[in-house]
């Protein structure tokens, strides 16, 4: 099982993937959080990335996509996963699906986490990370916007996408998503919650 997080930076994705790799035993990978870890380990990987995180830009595609590829042929995740902030635009979307069909598999579902735009930026300024400051979140809005949208008519081709309203507590998007999965992936281990 491959599930695919969506949506604009702050609508909860890093929150809800955490949860659903819990509530379903699998693997979690989050490309934000790998390269968090490298620029705080001041590794090669973190000194290339560095620039682009904290001005709210993105990573250019190739070195994403080989970063992505390697963990996807490692351990957790070579196994089920739920993927969170890859892929973010077209080309990433490509690769991903090659990637996986090498492996003799493909992303099952990707769910697209809805919130206004007011709501997220209200929640990045709370969280407060080096890179949630108002001009770097109205950049990395710009980027969704531009860049990133695009992906869902992709995955909406596929018949892949289905949109959850994000505007609410955790636990309760949590249900939300869990159900969404629960109806359309046959292979999903666990029931929604009555
Ligand atoms: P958010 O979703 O709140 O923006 P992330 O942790 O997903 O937070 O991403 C933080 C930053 O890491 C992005 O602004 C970007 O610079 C970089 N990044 C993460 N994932 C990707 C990706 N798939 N492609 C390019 N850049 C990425």
């Not at 309203?165 to 609410?168: K, R």
């Not at 992936?185 to 281990?189: D, F, L, M, S, Y």
């Given at each position: 099982m491959v599930i695919v997080l969506f949506g604009?930076?702050?609508?909860?994705k890093g929150t809800q993937a955490q949860l659903l790799a819990q509530r379903y035993g699998i693997a979690h990978l989050s490309t934000g959080e790998a390269f968090r870890q490298a620029i705080e380990q001041g590794s090669e990987l973190g000194a290339a990335v560095q620039q682009y995180v904290h001005n709210g830009l993105l990573v250019p595609d190739e070195l994403v996509t080989a970063v992505v590829e390697a963990l996807l042929a490692s351990e957790p995740y070579r196994r089920d996963c739920v993927l969170d902030g890859?892929?973010?635009t077209l080309p990433q979307a490509e690769a991903l699906d090659a990637l996986l069909a090498r492996q003799g598999r493909g992303v099952d579902i990707v769910i697209n986490l809805v919130v206004p735009e007011e709501e997220i930026v209200r929640r990045l300024l709370l969280r407060g990370r080096p890179d949630d400051t108002e001009q770097v979140i109205r950049q990395r809005l710009a980027v969704y916007a531009e860049q990133t949208r695009p992906v869902l008519d992709y995955y909406a081709r596929q018949g892949k996408l289905h949109s959850v309203?994000?505007?609410?507590d955790i636990e309760t998007v949590h249900r939300r998503i869990v159900h969404v999965v629960f109806q359309h992936?046959?292979?999903?281990?666990n029931g929604p919650d009555p």
């Open positions: 604009a930076p702050g609508v909860g890859f892929p973010r309203d994000g505007n609410a992936v046959p292979t999903a281990p």
